[in-house]
C-alpha cells in the first residue's frame, strides 16, 4: 500500500476508537443497577467499531512494515 493509504487506515482507526468510546460509554439515563444493561443500548457498537478500527490498525501496521523492510 501506498503511504497515503496507510495513514488513512490509521486515522480512520483513530476516528473509530473515538466514537467506539462515546458509543460505549453513553447512558439513556440514571436506572436500577439490574437495568445496567438496558442502560447502556450502543455498547455493542461500541465494541464493534472497536474490533473493525483494530483490524484496519493491524492491516496499516503490516503493510507499514512489509514497506519498510523492503526498503531498507
Do not use: C, D, N, W
Not at 440514571?30 to 444493561?37: G, K, M, N, P, W
Request: hydrophobic share 50%; charged share 10%.
Amino acid at each position: 500500500m501506498k503511504f497515503k493509504t496507510e495513514v488513512s487506515l490509521l486515522a480512520l482507526a483513530i476516528l473509530l476508537f473515538v466514537v467506539s468510546a462515546f458509543f460505549y460509554s453513553y447512558h439513556s439515563g440514571s436506572v436500577a443497577f439490574a437495568e445496567t444493561l438496558a442502560s447502556y443500548p450502543y455498547r455493542s457498537y461500541g465494541l464493534a467499531f472497536v474490533g473493525f478500527g483494530s483490524v484496519l490498525m493491524v492491516t496499516a501496521s503490516v503493510s507499514y512494515s512489509k514497506r519498510s523492510k523492503t526498503t531498507i
